[in-house]
């Protein structure tokens, strides 16, 4: 599979299309068991209390996965992302509603380097506080 897009067709500054994720505790439950992380912060109320969170939050790396979403979605090609790294800056608590959390994700073209790749940079809110860090991403492009 190859990027379909153009590296010629980007400029710094092209904005990706921003998606939405929707996270609930059974997203958690499923992300627990595909991972092998059942660390009960994210998954026990009362112990994700005790230890001084909010709540029960989500897994850093499923809200990370999440959030490069944006990115293969726009590229139409996971393999086209050559290196992307995060910091966890603040954890998307997941209420025990029907509704859960929400992560937003917009990203756009920050350079343009050589070997037809591009740096993207992400910002990952939830509830209007922003959850990743110097979230960046070089891709290459067709």
Do not use: C
């Amino acid at each position: 599979m190859t990027a379909k897009i153009a590296y010629d067709d980007v400029e710094v500054g092209t904005e990706l299309p921003a998606r939405t994720f929707p996270v609930t505790r059974a997203t958690l439950v499923r992300y627990a068991g595909a991972s092998g992380d059942f660390n009960p912060i994210h998954w026990n109320e009362r112990f994700a209390r005790e230890v001084g969170l909010p709540d029960v939050i989500a897994h850093g790396m499923f809200t990370m996965a999440e959030a490069i979403r944006v990115v293969t979605d726009w590229t139409g090609d996971p393999a086209a992302v050559v290196e992307y790294g995060v910091r966890f800056t603040k954890p998307v608590p997941v209420p025990d509603d029907d509704k859960g959390a929400l992560i937003e994700v917009s990203a756009k073209v920050a350079a343009k380097l050589d070997d037809n790749t591009v740096r993207v940079d992400l910002t990952a809110t939830s509830a209007g506080q922003k959850v990743l860090g110097m979230s960046r991403a070089v891709v290459r492009l067709a």
